[in-house]
């Protein structure tokens, strides 16, 4: 379908090109059978026509308005039987009135005969062709501009037409048993396809099935693929198309493919338009400084008139997705236009189980992998996330050379994908390594005496991105509400690698400056957001975090008073202090454990939660094979302290010590983030989530 065009193309070209090639050869091969001769030869032959045995002779002459051609005999033979054949040639004709007295004179005494032809003329298509070529050119030139600016092919002159992309029913379909960790949004959706299936159903009820149905929620949680299992299901023509798509440079063009598209969908009726990123087109209309966007909005209230409006739009269902359902218009959300809205949010436990064993099912894995432990360890991960975890497992076995992929390959890929890759080649002092050690064993030894917390899962000072070491514990089950102890206990875990150096080396760094801040956040978060404090009481008393929308939210003002702002960073400081003495009460006194966990893993330089338990206790650890020592590298000069420790402790993504993921509260309003705030393991602040 889609060759179509170009073989067209490539036939009209082929088509010109012969034409304009039999044009020149019938224009430059008209004397080709004739022979070329010298004006004088010419004269010559004129002037031995009165000598009977001269050779060559001339036998007849054709006198045309440019030259002269004709027959001469080459010599005669007294063989019978012998003569050779008449030559043809030519030659030009000058302006000479004495070669039309000789060719008179020949002729009237009957010793050549003389032939005249009228003026030669152009072929119509040669005529054709150089009179209108150079228009041809220029028009030819202007399409091709337009092809350029239209993105080719025949779009050329088609500003107004729909860029929709039209995934046929009978190719590869993607069906709901594809589609895991969002069953709620999938039964939302069964009265779909139920209605695409069998609509008289439904309408000898007198019900009216949605007509627009929008999915909102993060980045990559399936919400594309969602409605694609829709169509799949339904087994109905499935129209894909962007929000951006509409909007163009000239006023008028968006509106009119809105148009174009609602008519190629009634004419495939029933069917599914699924419109991504709306929100590029359905921003509440009037908001912005200097007043709206007229193609924008224009584009926005045809999708209006067309959802809800006189034009009969049975059997077609739009579904939209958006990240931003905040910013659009209203009239979108009303009844009539979009009046089913589905929450698509991350997956829990049992969902990122359900889509690991999706993307595995074509992978060949070994009888190790445990896609249980794999959920537990990726909290807040969504469905393209996972997909991409399992992909980098493949790759990291393909690069060993096995043929099965590992366990060990997934816990790699899960590191990978949080943290970034090793940098076991990153030259570190003893010095350097031994801080780093002291600091993560001092975070997992007060998430281990901590209660309301997460079990130590891994600790490692092998460098990662940028961060020199690893605390990750491994929740037990996902949180969907955050206590004020567990809230206060993260305080303590961010802070306890800064007590440690602080406690063993009497010298603190630099690397505790991350964990300082998000400690800070998580403080503030607590005292101005979700009303954890006993001075303040339960006051709101934070600004939004969400981006300024122009128009809306830029003249916000902060209802803050001076006072209030005081005690604010009173109670910051206090719960701040509070929890540095609770972390070094509790590293005091286990400091010989401190020292014992800290040698362990400085020499081993990672350390499982097995093997954590096992020095807790004071058991002693298997001895390392030869294999299995680190390399040692030092340098032959210390590095600056702040560039060996910018990110430390817990920058884990996947299980990030609770210190973080944990520590962030979703906003009870906000319906697609109420989710677990440890589940996102992520290693950036708690209010970015």
Not at 315 to 331: E, F, K, M
Not at 377 to 386: I, M, N, S, Y
Not at 471 to 482: F, I, K
Request: aromatic content about 6%; charged content about 30%; some cysteine.
């Amino acid at each position: 379908m889609k060759e179509k065009p170009n073989k067209m193309k490539t036939f009209a070209l082929y088509v010109f090109l012969g034409v304009l090639l039999l044009s020149v050869v019938n224009s430059l091969g008209v004397n080709q059978k004739y022979e070329r001769k010298d004006y004088s030869w010419f004269i010559q032959m004129l002037n031995k026509l009165d000598d009977p045995d001269a050779t060559p002779k001339l036998l007849s002459i054709t006198i045309n308005d440019k030259e002269i051609s004709g027959k001469y005999q080459e010599s005669v033979s007294l063989i019978k039987g012998q003569n050779k054949l008449p030559q043809s040639f030519h030659t030009v004709i000058p302006e000479d009135q004495g070669l039309m007295d000789l060719i008179r004179k020949a002729a009237k005494e009957n010793k050549l005969i003389v032939k005249a032809e009228p003026p030669a003329q152009m072929s119509w298509w040669l005529n054709l062709l150089i009179n209108w070529f150079p228009f041809i050119i220029l028009i030819g030139a202007w399409l091709f501009i337009l092809n350029k600016m239209q993105g080719g092919g025949a779009k050329a002159l088609s500003f107004g037409k729909s860029r929709a992309r039209m995934i046929d029913p009978s190719e590869k379909r993607v069906l709901f048993k594809d589609v895991a960790g969002i069953n709620e949004a999938k039964e939302d959706l069964l009265e779909v396809v139920e209605f695409l299936r069998d609509p008289r159903k439904f309408t000898d009820l007198g019900a009216k099935i949605p007509r627009g149905v929008l999915l909102f929620g993060p980045p990559g949680t399936g919400k594309t693929l969602l409605a694609r299992a829709v169509a799949g299901e339904a087994s109905v023509p499935f129209f894909n198309i962007s929000g951006s798509e509409f909007v163009e440079m000239f006023v008028g063009v968006g509106a009119s493919r809105v148009r174009d598209l609602f008519d190629q969908a009634r004419k495939n009726a029933p069917c599914i338009i699924f419109m991504d990123e709306i929100d590029a087109v359905g921003r509440q209309r009037g908001a912005g400084l200097g007043g709206g966007h007229d193609e924008r909005e224009q584009t926005l209230n045809q999708i209006l008139v067309e959802m809800d409006g006189f034009d009969n739009t049975k059997g077609i269902i739009l579904i939209a997705a958006t990240n931003r359902p905040d910013v659009l218009d209203p009239a979108l959300l009303r009844p009539g236009r979009f009046d089913r809205q589905i929450v698509v949010d991350r997956p829990d436990i049992r969902g990122r189980e359900e889509i690991l064993q999706i993307h595995v099912r074509e992978k060949p894995i070994a009888d190790d992998v445990d896609l249980n432990v794999l959920a537990r360890r990726t909290p807040g991960f969504a469905g393209a996330e996972l997909a991409n975890l399992t992909n980098e497992a493949a790759i990291l076995a393909a690069r060993k050379g096995r043929k099965v992929i590992l366990m060990s390959d997934f816990e790699a890929s899960i590191d990978k994908v949080i943290a970034g890759s090793e940098r076991k080649s990153r030259i570190i002092s003893e010095k350097e390594k031994t801080n780093t050690a002291v600091h993560e064993m001092g975070h997992a030894l007060v998430a281990h005496f901590l209660p309301d917390t997460d079990p130590v899962h891994k600790i490692t000072i092998i460098p990662r991105g940028m961060a020199l070491g690893l605390t990750m514990q491994l929740p037990v089950e996902d949180r969907l509400s955050v206590s004020r102890t567990h809230l206060k206990n993260q305080i303590c875990i961010l802070l306890a690698g800064r007590v440690a150096e602080d406690l063993v080396f009497h010298e603190i760094t630099s690397g505790a400056s991350n964990d300082i801040e998000r400690a800070t956040k998580i403080a503030r978060k607590m005292i101005c957001e979700l009303g954890m404090s006993d001075e303040l009481g339960p006051l709101h008393l934070a600004e939004s975090n969400q981006p300024i929308f122009l128009g809306r939210d830029f003249s916000t003002r902060n209802d803050i008073s001076n006072e209030t702002a005081h005690k604010i960073d009173e109670e910051i400081k206090k719960l701040i202090d509070w929890a540095f003495q609770e972390a070094k009460r509790i590293l005091t006194e286990n400091r010989e454990i401190l020292d014992r966990c800290s040698k362990a893993l400085l020499e081993r330089e990672t350390i499982n939660a097995e093997e954590f338990e096992k020095l807790i206790k004071g058991e002693e650890l298997e001895p390392l094979t030869s294999s299995s020592k680190p390399a040692v590298k030092e340098s032959s000069e210390p590095q600056k302290i702040e560039e060996q420790q910018t990110a430390v402790a817990i920058e884990d993504k996947s299980t990030v010590s609770e210190t973080e993921t944990k520590t962030e509260v979703p906003d009870p309003e906000a319906k697609a983030e109420s989710k677990d705030p440890e589940e996102k393991t992520e290693s950036k602040d708690p209010e970015e989530k």
